[in-house]
């Protein structure tokens, strides 16, 4: 029998798919299948991105497949299913949701196992400021992004720069309004403006300390790379805010499941989120 996933949202959720999609598969005894890339669905998406780093080929339709829900943190379903011996091995299985627990990677070793992890020199001595910045382009014509508030990064980036030689900011988009923010610094900036993301991933994996924002992408970036001090906003995983994914926002809050990423030290840190809108227009 085999066990493949939906592909929702961009890198980092894909990751987390992925990587829940493998582990069922070795616990399970399935063989493990991508799906067939929707590429319409990936405005913001480079399939590259995904050649490089995942390590596994197959990929094709799975035929009758039982289809398992896991849209939000409360959502059980998947435990539901595989706790009955009696479902094992008896049909092929399409897992369709987020599946963003970290309890579900606590084996790392395994979990690594999953993925093409390049051999990239540790930098021990700077400080990472991983930045999402990006839009989300709505029905009408406008734009909106929230993005972990600039200001307590300013504040937090000002209390813990001293244990490192400097700053590095690594932005998927070159937004001055933000990036001057941190002019003070005098940060190495990094920005290819979404266009080569395995760039930045590797870029990522190299840094040992991380300052990173409500992003999937770089909690990837420090869980398979060489980071062993992550800060972390204790708003992740709530979904951003009011009038964003309202169904998942409603079930996420009480029950956040991605506030660690297992064999990291992680410092949270208080941060609201921000429309990118505002802030553009305060500076």
């Given amino acids: 029998m085999q066990v493949t996933f939906e592909h929702l949202g961009n890198y980092g959720n894909v990751f987390f798919q992925y990587a829940y999609m493998r582990k ?8 493990p299948v991508l799906p067939e890339w929707d590429l319409a669905s990936w405005h913001l998406c480079y399939p590259v991105f995904f050649e490089e780093f995942i390590a596994l080929r197959d990929q094709y339709e799975v035929k009758d497949a039982r289809v398992i829900f896991e849209y939000t943190y409360s959502d059980k ?40 992890i390049p051999d990239v020199e540790p930098n021990k001595d700077d400080l990472l400021l991983s930045l999402r910045i990006n839009r989300d382009f709505n029905g009408d014509g406008s734009s909106t992004c929230m993005i972990t508030d600039p200001q307590v990064l300013v504040k937090l980036v000002n209390e813990i720069i001293g244990n ?31 266009r080569l993301p395995n760039d930045d991933f590797r870029d990522i994996l190299s840094y040992e300390n991380i300052i990173i924002p409500c ?3 770089t909690w990837w970036g420090c869980y398979l790379g060489h980071c062993k001090n992550v800060y972390m906003p204790n708003s992740f995983g709530t979904m951003g805010v009011p009038g964003m994914n ?38």
């Fill in 164 to 194: 490192y030689n400097g700053l590095t900011i690594i932005s998927d988009v070159h937004n001055h309004h933000v990036i001057d923010m941190f002019k003070r610094f005098a940060p190495k900036v990094v920005c290819r403006d979404g």
């Fill in 246 to 283: 309202k169904r998942i926002q409603a079930h996420n809050l009480p029950d956040i499941k991605l506030l660690n990423i297992p064999g990291k030290n992680v410092n949270l840190y208080n941060a609201p989120f921000r429309d990118i809108n505002t802030v553009n227009e305060a500076t």
């Fill in 24 to 31: 069922v598969a070795d616990d399970y005894g399935y063989k």
């Fill in 77 to 116: 379903n998947h435990k539901v299913y595989l706790s009955d011996s009696d479902n094992i091995g008896k049909e092929n299985i399409r897992l369709q949701g987020y599946f963003q627990d970290w309890e579900l990677y606590k084996d790392v070793d395994q979990i690594k196992s999953y993925f093409n």
């Fill in 215 to 217: 992003s999937t992408f």
